[in-house]
């Protein structure tokens, strides 16, 4: 007999999360039922286009396979791992404090949110910024307290506006860099200048590192963490972007500052991670292949996404009523559009039914208010491009033209 249960009522704490990369891929559902051919420019995941992972890594995972390797590990990972996380952080002028590996990076800034932050505390996180932070922080009932980046000043951090947010409530600083959604790569100036405002009030950093070796036209990133080894900072990495494995799911945490300063946010983390038992074993054993072996993968994708990066501004920027500022690093893009009043998610979503070009509106990444946005990925090849723009600049056409605006 058929029980008579009412409607299962969702935690409240989900009411507020959203995550606009995915979500925006129901559109695009309903623009492929109707025949529209969808070219997506939404999904930063090189595996969909035409990368591959880089065989090495694939080899060290079947030989941990092949070798029984595929019970626990440690919960903060295996020490193979691990010391190749740390050397590669010395290299760039880190000393850990400890070193966490996560089913992706997003695990590691799930575990350190939790760690620190109580319900009703902030952290402030970049507008616009990767939405995974907001999402967390609403699950844990504690707020995402937004600061700009500055377009007109390459997408740096505004620095002025950073130290106007922070209040008696706030617990951390969170950077992305390079920055999705803008390919940003923040300066030593500016980096060092998040650190002052950290020290004045005792804020933790956390560095969202996960594109740091795809930087631009010679450009060197810089790894805050490096910059004053007195601050206590958490700094995320891992295999998806510039090792080509989003699927391994393998990233990880390195925690720096003085350690009676960190020892028992670290005993917090660790406490996490041991609820959870362990990420996948065997994947780990990726890791050391990938940040002590051979690197001429990288030389590749860079020219690759070099030239997709100049194809991207040269034409977005041809396009009348949509400006871009040049992206430095990552694969992202988050061009303006400069039409008054407009709703992004509704030019994106009038943009994917008439074009079947998938991209994802900019309030979905945090904007300053007035200003609408949208962000492509340019991991496509040049060909797929070339046609997306092509279709974004003849919709535009029609959209100005229907807004009374002209061509």
């Not at 995915?22 to 109707?34: P, Q």
């Not at 880089?54 to 990972?77: I, K, R």
């Not at 670290?266 to 074993?281: Q, Y």
């Not at 943009?351 to 945090?366: C, K, N």
Request: aromatic residues 8%; negative net charge.
């Amino acid at each position: 007999m058929r029980g008579s249960f009412e409607p299962i009522k969702p935690a409240k704490r989900t009411e507020n999360i959203e995550y606009a990369v995915r979500d925006i891929v129901l559109v695009a559902e309903e623009a492929r039922k109707k025949g529209k051919e969808l070219l997506f420019l939404n999904i930063g995941d090189p595996i969909q286009y035409d990368f591959r992972t880089p065989a090495p890594l694939v080899e060290a995972t079947y030989q941990a396979m092949c070798e029984n390797l595929t019970g626990y590990s440690a919960s903060e990972g295996v020490d193979e791992a691990i010391c190749a996380i740390r050397k590669e952080a010395r290299q760039k002028g880190i000393e850990p404090a400890d070193i966490f590996i996560t089913t992706g990076a997003s695990e590691a800034i799930d575990f350190t949110l939790t760690a620190l932050v109580n319900e009703g505390e902030n952290v402030l996180v970049p507008y616009p910024g990767y939405p995974l932070y907001t999402a967390i922080l609403a699950k844990l009932g504690a707020e995402p307290n937004p600061y700009y980046l500055d377009e007109e000043n390459a997408w740096q951090p505004d620095l002025d506006d950073i130290a106007s947010k922070v209040n008696e409530k706030t617990r951390a600083i969170v950077i992305i860099n390079p920055n999705n959604p803008t390919g940003a790569v923040y300066s030593e100036e500016t980096l060092r200048g998040i650190i002052e405002i950290a020290k004045k009030h005792q804020l933790v950093i956390l560095s969202d590192e996960i594109y740091d070796k795809l930087v631009f036209d010679g450009k060197k990133h810089i790894s805050i963490a490096s910059l004053d080894p007195e601050v206590p900072m958490v700094t995320f990495n891992g295999l998806s972007k510039c090792y080509l494995a989003p699927g391994f799911r393998i990233g990880w945490g390195i925690v720096s500052g003085p350690w009676e300063v960190v020892r028992d946010f670290v005993e917090a983390i660790h406490k996490l991670a041991r609820a959870r038992l362990s990420t996948s074993h065997p994947k780990q054993y990726a890791i050391p292949v990938a940040l002590n072996g051979n690197q001429s993968h990288l030389q590749e994708v860079l020219e690759k996404l070099e030239r997709r990066r100049d194809l991207t501004v040269e034409m977005l920027n041809d396009i009348p009523g949509i400006s871009c500022v040049k992206p430095e690093g990552a694969f992202y893009a988050f061009p303006k559009i400069d039409i008054p009043g407009v709703s992004d998610r509704d030019f994106v979503k009038e943009l994917i039914a008439e074009t079947g070009v998938v991209v994802v509106h900019g309030s979905g990444f945090g904007q300053k208010p007035g200003t609408a946005h949208f962000r492509v990925v340019f991991l496509p090849p040049e060909d797929v491009l070339e046609r997306a723009y092509e279709r974004i600049k003849k919709f535009m056409k029609g959209y100005l033209s229907r807004k009374g605006l002209g061509a």
